[in-house]
């Protein structure tokens, strides 16, 4: 489970916070998806979850630590259940598909046997299967997020947080990929989702929260983008 | 946190690394060779200096001239019974002469002044038991009677130990700039690699790589440079020493420069340049590390 309690971050050399006094509860298992304006602080709710960033005020827990308190092997263990997707994919451009995923084990340290029999595996799982020795270039954009799925997921993450993972794709495209989240979040993944893609937050009819200046402007379990 | 699997991915990455900067490596290694080649050579001078300032501290003798008419006998009595004397040798004014007449080389120069027109003094020649007691015994010799003069060319000892003290100063304060050079040359190449990959480093991090696997292509691409220079210089240095020796042994007129040539001294030597230069190489890149690496 996730907890923020009365969480403030505040940048250095900014007067304004970019969340203020945040607290929210999401549970095992959950699909989320995160909702406001550009700098409404649902990077930075992200950044936090992942400790990129540590609260200037309140605490976070992650199923019951206070992620601000990991020592350093902690951290490690508390990053590694959380898989990242990005809006621009962050794909190596000169490692085909099948090495961009097998990287996500490879800085794990698992053994090339292992890596050889996860990479197909998570790879038709975001229907990719036959794509393995294309380069990032080659594929389309939505081509291109899948290997970033397919990469987050290798590792079998608990929690997947996606910034803007439909930012760059066209609708048909941000539709499949939602698809292919919620896929995910059913065999127990808790989903967690920033994005501006009012119509697939509308369709989706998953748990919503707003934010805007910082604040927590609306919790709703079956929202819709608009109030 | 590094296994198996993780070395041997942290191996190809340093390889592929330096590779992609191939001519950047291999001057900043080439620096790091010149740099540890004249550090070597400096100590490898410094321990032939040392080896030849011992041996004229242990060929040194005690000069005797006795005063003119003095009884040589009795002189010789005296200095024998003298405490710190190894062995005492007369020379007479007719040796001294010959002596004399075969350093210049031209005998037919003094031939003139053979006989009752020798100018010069009978004479001892007295070794010390220890280097240490010669001045004490040279005191104790000028005031034996009929002593003349007593020297042991304290000048040149003392002059010799303070030119290459001096020299020895010299040549450690440029080794240790060079080496400097050379490590800042290190930091710059490894911040190019960081560069080059901060894309990837970025990734990694998301993806949990920890810290040390971050950071450890580049410590080894690092400790490559250094050791590669530290291979190529010790390599050279040992081909130029052993030449060097080699020709300085065979020319009869270096007689008096005898070159190190034991092993348990220059081995150390060459052993602790190749250690410097991992060493060099190790702090560079973890210099750069720290510096460009927020990891």
């Not at chain 1, 036959?130 to 997020?145: D, H, I, Y």
């Not at chain 2, 052993?271 to 973890?286: C, E, I, N, R, Y």
């Amino acid at each position: 489970m996730i907890e923020f309690k009365n969480v403030t971050k505040i940048y250095p050399g900014s007067d304004r916070p970019a969340l203020s006094n945040l607290s929210l509860q999401i549970d095992n298992g959950e699909f989320v998806f995160l909702v406001g304006p550009s700098g409404a602080g649902k990077s930075t709710l992200i950044k936090l979850l992942f400790r990129e960033q540590l609260p200037t005020k309140g605490e976070i827990f992650f199923n019951g630590k206070n992620i601000a308190l990991l020592e350093k092997g902690a951290l490690l263990k508390h990053r590694r259940q959380i898989g990242m997707v990005f809006q621009d994919f962050r794909l190596l451009k000169q490692k085909t598909v099948f090495e961009n995923v097998a990287f996500a084990l490879e800085v794990l340290g698992k053994s090339p046997a292992e890596i050889q029999e996860k990479v197909p595996l998570a790879l038709a799982k975001v229907g990719l299967a036959g794509k393995e020795n294309a380069f990032p270039a080659e594929l389309s954009g939505g081509e291109q997020q899948r290997v970033g799925v397919a990469r987050a997921l290798i590792k079998e993450p608990t929690i997947l947080l996606a910034d803007e993972p439909t930012g760059n794709l066209d609708r048909g495209t941000s539709w499949q990929l939602m698809e292919l989240f919620a896929e995910i979040n059913e065999s127990g993944t808790t989903v967690i989702i920033a994005t501006h893609a009012w119509d697939v937050v509308d369709r989706m009819q998953k748990r919503v929260i707003a934010l805007s200046e910082g604040c927590l402007v609306r919790d709703e379990l079956r929202g819709s983008y608009h109030d | 946190m590094i296994n198996f699997n993780s070395l041997k991915y942290c191996l190809r990455q340093s390889f592929v690394s330096l590779k992609r900067n191939i001519w950047l490596a291999l001057v900043t290694s080439g620096i790091i060779a010149v740099s540890l080649a004249i550090l070597g050579g400096f100590l490898l001078l410094a321990v032939n200096v040392g080896q030849f300032v011992t041996g004229v501290e242990e060929n040194v003798e005690i000069g005797v001239f006795l005063q003119e008419g003095a009884e040589a006998k009795k002189v010789g009595e005296q200095l024998s019974a003298l405490a710190g004397v190894e062995s005492i040798t007369f020379v007479s004014k007719e040796e001294g002469l010959e002596i004399l007449a075969e350093s210049l080389g031209d005998a037919i120069l003094l031939s003139g002044l053979a006989g009752e027109d020798n100018p010069l003094p009978d004479a001892y020649r007295v070794k010390a038991t220890d280097v240490a007691l010669v001045a004490e015994l040279t005191e104790a010799i000028r005031n034996i009677p009929g002593v003349e003069l007593a020297d042991y060319g304290e000048d040149l000892v003392n002059r010799l130990l303070k030119v290459t003290s001096w020299l020895n100063t010299l040549l450690v304060g440029i080794s240790v700039l060079l080496a400097l050079g050379a490590v800042f040359l290190i930091v710059t190449t490894i911040r190019l690699s960081v560069l080059a990959r901060s894309e990837e480093i970025g990734i990694m991090k998301y993806l949990g790589a920890s810290d040390w696997f971050i950071r450890f292509p580049f410590l080894l691409e690092g400790i490559s440079m250094g050791w590669i220079g530290a291979l190529a210089s010790t390599a050279g240095l040992a081909f130029i020493y052993g030449k060097l020796a080699a020709t300085l042994q065979q020319d009869a007129f270096a007689f008096f420069l005898r070159p190190v040539t034991a092993l348990e001294k220059l081995l150390p030597i060459f052993l602790g340049l190749l250690l410097l230069g991992t060493l060099m190489g190790g702090v560079g890149s973890l210099i750069s590390i720290r510096k460009y690496l927020k990891v």
